[in-house]
């Protein structure tokens, strides 16, 4: 298992023909690994460093016997595995549900909700890219500038200096919900 200490590292699977799939960009004090540490099998994605990057290795063994001798962090580990479960489930209902236009609003939903604690209006930082918001739903850019343009016309997103300002939380996430991924109907609720 590595542990960051210091910079950031992107979670990626490629699929066959090339293309990236990105899960997830971890930050200092974030671990993975950890499945191949426990189960013995090969890992399941790959990481890249996103800069200058300082990780911290734990071996298998050692790893198993903290575990065992630490509940603790048996237990903080034990959370955080569900969580990445919870986030996958998510993850596979909207590649399931969600058309293209939807699964690009319920990224930037998700992006903006952490730590808002029912607030209306958010900030992303930084900015995100729209490669990155692409590679996460499955989608191509193309459709990810058409939504984000759609969004700031209708004064629901707004690019500021360092983030993207989501103005309405509570519309955003109705758009997600009408399950639809007809412009027209979009178009009714921006």
């Given at each position: 298992?590595?542990?960051?200490?210091?910079?950031?590292?992107?979670?990626?699977?490629f699929s066959a023909?090339g293309r990236?799939?990105?899960f997830?960009?971890l930050?200092?004090g974030?671990?993975?690994?950890?499945?191949a540490?426990?189960?013995?099998?090969?890992r399941s994605?790959?990481?890249v460093?996103?800069?200058d990057?300082?990780l911290?290795?734990?071996?298998?063994?050692?790893?198993?016997k903290v575990?065992?001798?630490?509940?603790?962090?048996a237990?903080?580990?034990?959370r955080?595995?569900?969580?990445?479960?919870?986030?996958?489930t998510?993850r596979?209902?909207?590649?399931s549900?969600?058309?293209?236009?939807n699964r690009?609003?319920?990224?930037l939903?998700?992006l903006?909700?952490?730590?808002?604690?029912?607030a209306?209006?958010a900030?992303?930082?930084?900015y995100p890219l729209?490669?990155d918001i692409?590679?996460?739903?499955?989608t191509?850019?193309?459709?990810?500038?058409?939504?984000?343009?759609?969004?700031?016309?209708?004064?629901?997103?707004a690019?500021?200096?360092?983030g993207l300002?989501?103005?309405?939380?509570?519309?955003l996430k109705?758009?997600v919900?009408?399950?639809?991924?007809?412009?027209?109907?979009?178009?009714t609720l921006l």
């Amino acid at each position: 298992m590595l542990c960051i200490v210091r910079g950031a590292v992107r979670i990626v699977i490629f699929s066959a023909s090339g293309r990236e799939v990105r899960f997830d960009d971890l930050a200092a004090g974030d671990c993975f690994g950890e499945l191949a540490c426990l189960d013995g099998d090969p890992r399941s994605a790959s990481a890249v460093a996103l800069g200058d990057t300082v990780l911290a290795a734990i071996a298998p063994a050692l790893l198993e016997k903290v575990l065992l001798e630490e509940p603790a962090v048996a237990r903080t580990m034990m959370r955080r595995m569900a969580r990445l479960v919870r986030n996958a489930t998510d993850r596979i209902v909207d590649l399931s549900v969600l058309g293209a236009y939807n699964r690009v609003c319920a990224e930037l939903l998700r992006l903006a909700s952490h730590d808002t604690a029912g607030a209306a209006t958010a900030v992303v930082r930084p900015y995100p890219l729209r490669i990155d918001i692409a590679a996460r739903v499955s989608t191509s850019e193309g459709t990810v500038s058409r939504v984000l343009n759609d969004l700031t016309r209708a004064k629901l997103v707004a690019k500021e200096r360092d983030g993207l300002v989501v103005r309405d939380l509570p519309r955003l996430k109705r758009m997600v919900e009408r399950f639809s991924d007809d412009p027209e109907e979009h178009a009714t609720l921006l």
